[in-house]
């Protein structure tokens, strides 16, 4: 079974927002003044944190394997072609509750029946209906799996890269309700040991969560940990870059991190890390952790002086619910 890291990003992987003088992407690039930068940096921070919840997504690979109707052959005997069977509930091992129809594309049958790991072009297409993989995660709509790398065993991964294609998807995670379009592939590695590094990619993903609907653009949030002990992390460091535009403000703004954000690993609060948001006529506001105060710095102009400076809380800007 792929190791279970969806708790752990979803706490880890939160964001600020930064955005340039041109989005690039066909959309106008925002203004960025005084009024609205609280509402930005907080737009940005909680849409970004919203597509965190998808990364449960993963689990699928638990019951990707070679299903019933997939036959291996014994091993020595000349490999098996690829294959594409239908699958439903009793062939995957990936609803506990609910229904799950589709197809289930295997590459070679043989390595996923005697050598427990994935080849880069297996995958699934796949409708869920109320599938829950976990309790509370609930997911329903369309998507498609792809595996891209794989380096381990299902049992042990070393390192993969999974490739989602989603279509209408609604989750319930933990009772956030997030519907979602796009792509998303998702990176994780232990092949340096103590360090793990895992990402979040892709060229574009849709997000509505609660009232806010968010649209994600060249994206790219990384993270990595110091597991010092099973289960035990020492240190978590992250960093975001891409583009969003969001129901909260008008345009697109581009985020880059500047200083990585490290979390404190009882509480998850970020206490340290830098962040620029670049919008239009060159403007500027940075987020700035400082302990537990978090300090938004906005020169709306590019002329190097600052026209706003307010500070507030990790809490109050990310919504994130701190125990």
Same mark, same amino acid.
């Given at each position: 079974m792929i190791?279970?890291?969806?708790t752990l990003l979803c #706490? &880890?992987?939160?964001i600020?927002s930064?955005?340039g003088g ?6 106008a #690039?925002s %203004?960025i003044?005084?009024?609205n930068a609280?509402p930005?940096?907080s ?7 919203a597509s ?5 997504l993963?689990s ?6 070679a299903p019933p #109707?997939v ?5 020595g $005997? ?9 699958v ?14 589709g197809?289930?594309?295997?590459r070679?049958?043989?390595?996923v029946a ?7 072009g297996d995958g699934a297409n796949?409708d869920l209906?109320?599938?829950q993989? $976990?309790?509370?995660e609930?997911y329903s709509?369309g998507?498609?799996f792809?595996?891209?790398?794989f380096?381990?065993t299902?049992a042990t991964?070393v390192? @993969? ?5 989603l279509q ?13 379009d796009g792509?998303?592939?998702?990176f @994780?590695s $232990?092949a340096?040991?103590?360090?793990v ?10 997000i509505?969560s609660?009232?806010l609907?968010a649209? &994600?653009?060249?994206y790219e949030l ?9 289960g035990?992390?020492?240190n978590?460091?992250e960093s975001f870059d891409g @583009?969003?535009?969001?129901? #909260? ?7 880059l ?6 979390r404190?690993v009882?509480s998850l609060?970020p206490i340290?890390?830098? &962040?620029?948001i670049l919008?239009?006529?060159?403007? &500027?506001?940075e987020?700035?952790v400082?302990g537990?105060?978090v300090?938004l710095?906005?020169?709306a102009d590019g002329?190097?002086?600052? %026209?706003?400076?307010?500070?507030t809380?990790?809490t ?5 619910t701190i125990s």
């Open positions: 190791v279970r890291i969806s #706490a &880890l992987l939160m600020a930064c955005s041109s989005s690039g992407g066909g959309i #690039a %203004e003044n005084a009024a609280l930005i940096a737009a940005v921070i909680q849409a970004v944190g965190d919840e998808l990364t449960a993963q699928i690979t638990d019951g990707l394997g #109707a036959q291996a052959q014994a091993p $005997e000349p490999p098996t072609a690829e294959v594409t069977v239908r439903n509930n009793s062939d995957l091992n990936l609803c506990q509750a609910g229904t799950v129809n197809t289930v594309t295997v070679d049958p043989d390595v005697f050598e427990d790991r994935l080849l880069k796949l209906n109320n599938c993989f $976990e309790p509370g609930v709509g998507l498609n792809s595996v891209g790398r380096i381990g299902l991964p390192e @993969y890269i999974f490739d989602f294609v209408n998807l609604v989750g319930t995670v933990q009772g956030d309700v997030i519907q979602a792509d998303i592939s998702f @994780y $232990e340096d040991l103590p360090l590094d895992l990402a979040l990619s892709g060229r574009r993903l849709d509505t609660n009232d609907s649209a &994600l653009r060249n990384a993270a990595q940990l110091v597991i010092v002990l099973p035990l992390v020492s978590i460091s @583009y969003l535009s969001s129901s #909260a403000f008008d345009g697109e703004v581009q985020f991190t500047l200083t990585p954000f490290e404190d009882a609060v340290q890390g830098r &962040l620029h919008g239009a006529n060159n403007a &500027l506001l987020v700035l400082l537990a105060q300090q710095n906005l020169d002329d190097g002086l600052l %026209e706003f400076t307010t500070t809380s990790w109050s800007l990310s919504g994130e």
